[in-house]
């Protein structure tokens, strides 16, 4: 019931909302940044309850939907989705601070920004394939909204774009969805859409489960997105608000990765095997390709965008290695890339507010004007980078540990991907902070408020923390991630090595609690210089 | 030979809700001449008529009971059929109040035709008898002709009706010869008994009951306004009164449905080989004609006849699905799109003001601002339509879909889906307008408190069925 409580409480203060008179603007922030800030706190007292040794799904409440369907109104959060949830509710909360000097329509920009926080956390927590559906196409409707009201110029374009490309993933996902159920139906006699039933019953044949497979894979891969299905983002990206951006790189994205987890891998173990080297292949296409165009680009949000198309390739590498240091890396990547990408747009948004302009050429010694802002903007771009002691090594350490252990060449390719991230996020650095101050529209620009200093500063924070201490994040999906592991093990799906299973495969496939200790050690280690 | 009329198979009480209805329908006739211009006792009185004939089709138990030598019938089907109809009748009316005595509409007789119409539609959704569904038929399409015409003065109107008209007539004519085929082949023109001869294999390659088959698609294929059959839809739709509009969009359709399933599901199951892909290509046409001819479409009533037509094609899935989950998902999707239906044309109707209808989708910028209740609605609405989750239109796709899942039509529902995606694209251009549109004038709508009830029900309908669909799916699927 208290997962089901936090979970609305956001559109609780959404409907709260629609009843407060346009005109009071100042009451109606007040009344969402309450609702956020109560939300985010609750879900921090689900991260203290939650239990990390276990893979079970915790929080679980499972009733009655639709009866005549066998349809559950079943959640639950585990390893895998318990920080993503927590992190949802906390963007949501930075997004609300960071939209306070939204002129238009507040009142209906509040209610959509609350409205699409307990679309995500729905995603997160749902158990049935019905309501996850369900989730998954609602929050579509208040991101079309945020990007099409106040978005910039081409936003009609970009949010129609938007909600297409979904659609049309998901809508495919929703005949694998259907046709699972049948099948389910079929060979065990009961009528279920439920998640975790599915996970342990289903029997299909490799051929089916291939098609199936590429069902949830075209609308994951749209989602996250991956290199061919891409073009979606930088559009969106470039047109939506700050705070839109926020959420969509922060959250939406992680729900494609989100469903890899909890339904390609698990449902599928042996075609995910399968499968591998493509996935691979376009992870890497999509991690090599997104840097050398954002490289390239003149708009400082494009240039973001581009460079999560890098880092999710990232994540999508991780997730396919199929083994734990892959799928930890993946799963701390996921909440590196919402933090430091977030501050990113975040920081970008605060520079196109005084300028109404992000283009990079406009810009240019930045630095001596605006000392506070280069260097939030500094540690934020070095975390992106993944520089040791910051959040975003410790996930492509991990990443990058995971593949090697699968293909040396993917993981030397994927590698390159870290090099390319330096050079167009220094080049960038240097062009927007560094240089003459030659603008003279920039020779009055004021420095950061203190309202946007306290939209950045936990995000800085929390990029030293995991940076310096990832065991407080790891440790809530250890168990989830071996269980995980120990289902979509490639070494199950390779008849030839079967003798060598238990010489060799037990060995790769758990990580110790010493192994895990001294690799903190290690990553520790560069800060304590 | 046996007599051909039986006294013990005429059974009033199983024809009750159409007696009961004919009554009302000529009661207001009656009324009509002391009522002058006041036309609030003929609509309290067909209203309740209608109530009545919701009650009265519960007076025959157990179910399911035969007429009239087994040409009628009150089964689960025509219940919940009856229902639907009686509701979206009621809300037919309801919707006209206002807007016939904005756009002058003076005739007491609007709606006697109505429940005519109406009695038509449950005749042809308990009929299991071609003659009965022929008759059922003909009693809808001359009380539509005359509504899609009641505005006399009006081009469009009459241009309506007229071509409504003749090309009705015309697919009539097919049908009947189609029916005739099929008795000169089989010997019967009883649903059971033709179900039963052609169980015969020998009796299935008969080529004259193939024609017949054929004949009877293109006859009910034009009632339902799917492709190629079509044609006459967008300019109805427009011309005809929008409460006439959204009434034709709703009934009508849902009981040329009803026979559609009757004769060809529950008929001629055993030879679907021969008819599934003449049904499916017809249901595919019509999913992306009406699809992508509603992208064109900058007039409302227009976009929203295209999307009825692709409706038609998705709805054509659950007869050719022939199963048991496709007659219920048919129930459960006609009762959703009546309320998406029905709302969306009573925002179209307040919208509108005595004079000027405002009819193009650009008279739609920016009224989420000035009327966010009603874009809201709106939004409702088109989403459901499109099949968004968690409204109604979701659910009854889900159900459509299921079925024909059941029986591995899985291209058929991939095409669906896809379609479903091309949909939202226009379904979207109307939020667009609402939303990220500055207003082009400044809004001069009509809000009527019995149209707003109208749009009010519409949502409280759609967003029920989506969320708490399990009731209505409990009472559709027996």
């Known amino acids: 019931m208290f997962l089901t409580f936090i979970t609305f409480l956001p559109f609780l203060g959404a409907l709260c909302l629609v009843f407060m008179r346009k005109e009071n603007a100042s009451a109606i922030k007040q009344t969402a940044l309450a609702f956020a800030v109560a939300d985010f706190l609750l879900s921090l007292l689900l991260w203290t309850n939650f239990d990390n040794t276990t893979e079970k799904m915790q929080f679980g409440l499972n009733v009655s939907w639709i009866e005549a369907w066998g349809i559950n109104y079943h959640i639950g959060l585990d390893g895998i989705s318990l920080l993503l949830y927590v992190m949802t509710t906390f963007l949501t909360m930075?997004?609300?601070i960071?939209?306070?000097?939204?002129?238009?329509?507040?009142?209906?920009?509040?209610?959509?920004?609350?409205?699409?926080?307990?679309?995500?956390?729905?995603?997160?927590?749902?158990?049935?394939?019905?309501?996850?559906?369900?989730?998954?196409?609602?929050?579509?409707?208040?991101?079309?909204?945020?990007?099409?009201?106040?978005?910039?110029?081409?936003?009609?374009?970009?949010?129609?774009?938007?909600?297409?490309?979904?659609?049309?993933?998901?809508?495919?996902?929703?005949?694998?969805?259907?046709?699972?159920?049948?099948?389910?139906?079929?060979?065990?006699g009961v009528a279920t859409a439920d998640i975790l039933y599915i996970t342990d019953h289903l029997d299909v044949s490799l051929d089916a489960s291939k098609w199936l497979w590429m069902a949830f894979f075209l609308a994951f891969a749209i989602k996250v997105p991956m290199f061919p299905f891409h073009t979606w983002l930088p559009d969106a990206h470039v047109e939506a608000p700050t705070a839109g951006s926020v959420i969509l790189a922060g959250v939406l994205l992680k729900m494609g990765t989100y469903g890899f987890l909890r339904f390609n891998l698990p449902f599928f173990p042996q075609a995910s095997f399968e499968f591998v080297p493509m996935v691979a292949w376009l992870s890497i296409i999509g991690i090599i390709y997104g840097a050398l165009v954002a490289m390239v680009q003149e708009d400082l949000k494009k240039l973001v965008a581009y460079s999560s198309v890098s880092h999710l390739g990232f994540i999508m590498l991780g997730i396919f290695a199929l083994n734990p240091y892959g799928i930890q890396?993946?799963?701390?990547?996921?909440?590196?890339?919402?933090?430091?990408?977030?501050?990113?747009?975040?920081?970008?948004?605060?520079?196109?507010?005084?300028?109404?302009?992000?283009?990079?050429?406009?810009?240019?010694?930045?630095?001596?004007?605006?000392?506070?802002?280069?260097?939030?903007?500094?540690i934020v771009a070095l975390s992106s980078i993944g520089l040791p002691g910051m959040n975003g090594f410790v996930g492509e350490f991990l990443v990058l540990l995971g593949i090697f252990q699968v293909n040396g060449l993917w993981a030397a390719c994927a590698t390159s991907g870290v090099i390319l991230a330096a050079c167009y996020i220094l080049w960038m650095f240097q062009r927007v902070m560094f240089l003459e101050l030659k603008n003279p529209k920039n020779m009055d620009m004021k420095d950061m408020n203190t309202r946007e200093m306290i939209t950045i500063a936990p995000l800085i924070i929390l990029i030293f923390w995991i940076g310096l201490y990832p065991n407080t994040f790891m440790k809530t999906f250890d168990a989830s991630v071996n269980h995980l592991v120990s289902k979509v093990n490639p070494d199950n799906f390779r008849p030839h090595q079967e003798k060598h299973k238990d010489s060799h495969g037990e060995h790769a496939q758990l990580i110790t609690p010493t192994e895990m200790a001294s690799l903190n050690q290690k990553l520790q280690m560069p800060k304590k210089f | 030979m046996e007599p051909i009329l039986a006294p013990e198979s005429i059974d009033l009480i199983a024809l009750a809700p159409v007696l009961v209805l004919s009554i009302f329908a000529m009661l207001i006739l009656v009324l009509d001449l002391w009522g002058g211009r006041?036309?609030?006792?003929?609509?309290?009185?067909?209203?309740?008529?209608?109530?009545?004939?919701?009650?009265?089709?519960?007076a025959k138990y157990p179910i399911p009971a035969y007429s009239f030598n087994d040409s009628y019938v009150v089964d689960h089907l025509s219940l919940f059929f009856i229902c639907i109809f009686t509701i979206s009748s009621a809300l037919a009316i309801l919707l006209s109040v206002e807007y016939n005595e904005r756009e002058g509409i003076r005739a007491g007789e609007y709606y006697a035709l109505i429940l005519f119409c109406t009695v038509g539609m449950i005749l042809l959704a308990s009929s299991t008898d071609?003659?009965?569904?022929?008759?059922?038929?003909?009693?809808?399409?001359?009380?539509?002709?005359?509504?899609?015409?009641?505005?006399?003065?009006?081009?469009r109107s009459n241009e309506a009706a007229l071509k409504y008209f003749l090309l009705g007539a015309f697919a009539t004519g097919f049908l009947l010869y189609g029916m005739t085929l099929v008795y000169g082949s089989t010997?019967?023109?009883?649903?059971?008994?033709?179900?039963?001869?052609?169980?015969?294999?020998?009796?299935?390659?008969?080529?004259?009951?193939?024609?017949?088959?054929?004949?009877?698609?293109?006859?009910?294929?034009?009632?339902?306004?799917?492709?190629?059959?079509?044609?006459?839809?967008?300019?109805?739709?427009?011309?005809?009164?929008t409460p006439v509009t959204a009434f034709m969009a709703v009934g009508p359709k849902a009981a040329a449905f009803a026979a559609f399933f009757r004769v060809f599901a529950d008929t001629f199951p055993e030879m679907s080989s021969s008819w599934e892909m003449l049904l499916s290509i017809i249901a595919v046409l019509s999913m992306f004609v009406g699809n992508l001819g509603a992208i064109m479409q900058t007039n409302i009533k227009r976009m929203l006849a295209f999307s009825s037509i692709s409706h038609a094609g998705y709805i054509l899935m659950a007869v050719i699905?022939?199963?048991?989950?496709?007659s219920s998902s048919l129930l459960f999707y006609m009762l959703s799109y009546a309320f998406m239906t029905f709302g969306v044309f009573g925002i179209v109707i307040i919208l509108g003001r005595k004079g000027e209808e405002n009819l193009e989708i650009k008279n739609y910028s920016g009224l989420a601002y000035k009327h966010p209740v009603i874009a809201l609605s709106m939004t409702i609405f088109l989403l459901s339509l499109g099949g968004l989750p968690p409204f109604a239109g979701f659910v009854a796709k889900f159900y459509l879909f299921s079925a024909a899942i059941q029986e591995g039509l899985?291209?058929?529902?991939?095409?669906?889906?896809?379609?479903?995606?091309?949909?939202?694209?226009?379904?979207?251009?109307?939020?667009?307008?609402?939303?990220?549109?500055?207003?082009?004038?400044?809004?001069?709508?009509s809000l009527t408190p019995i149209t707003l009830f109208v749009v009010f029900i519409g949502v409280v309908g759609t967003i029920n069925l989506g969320i708490f669909p399990n009731s209505i799916i409990t009472l559709a699927s027996h």
């Open chain 1, 94 to 96: 930075i997004c609300v």
């Open chain 2, 38 to 58: 006041n036309k609030s006792l003929l609509v309290f009185t067909s209203l309740v008529g209608l109530l009545m004939t919701a009650i009265s089709a519960f």
């Open chain 2, 410 to 445: 899985l291209t058929l529902v991939i095409i669906a889906v896809l379609n479903s995606a091309i949909s939202f694209y226009y379904y979207l251009k109307v939020v667009v307008f609402m939303y990220m549109k500055e207003p082009e004038a400044e809004f001069k709508i």
């Open chain 1, 329 to 378: 890396g993946a799963l701390i990547q996921n909440i590196n890339h919402g933090i430091s990408t977030s501050a990113l747009f975040l920081l970008v948004g605060i520079v196109y507010d005084r300028r109404h302009t992000r283009l990079i050429s406009e810009f240019g010694g930045l630095a001596k004007i605006m000392p506070k802002y280069t260097v939030c903007f500094m």
């Open chain 2, 321 to 326: 699905a022939k199963n048991s989950l496709g």
């Open chain 1, 98 to 188: 960071a939209s306070w000097d939204v002129k238009k329509h507040i009142r209906e920009y509040m209610i959509a920004m609350l409205a699409l926080s307990t679309g995500m956390l729905g995603v997160f927590i749902a158990l049935d394939l019905f309501m996850f559906y369900v989730f998954w196409e609602f929050q579509l409707v208040p991101m079309y909204i945020i990007v099409g009201v106040w978005g910039g110029p081409r936003r009609i374009y970009a949010s129609i774009k938007f909600f297409l490309f979904t659609a049309v993933g998901s809508l495919l996902m929703l005949v694998a969805i259907l046709w699972i159920y049948f099948h389910i139906q079929q060979t065990t």
């Open chain 2, 187 to 241: 010997g019967s023109t009883n649903l059971f008994k033709i179900a039963e001869f052609v169980k015969n294999p020998s009796a299935q390659s008969n080529p004259l009951l193939m024609m017949g088959l054929v004949l009877l698609v293109i006859g009910f294929g034009f009632k339902v306004a799917s492709v190629p059959f079509h044609m006459w839809a967008p300019d109805v739709y427009q011309g005809a009164p």
């Open chain 2, 130 to 155: 071609m003659i009965m569904i022929f008759l059922g038929i003909e009693i809808v399409s001359i009380c539509l002709y005359v509504l899609a015409g009641i505005r006399r003065n009006d081009h």
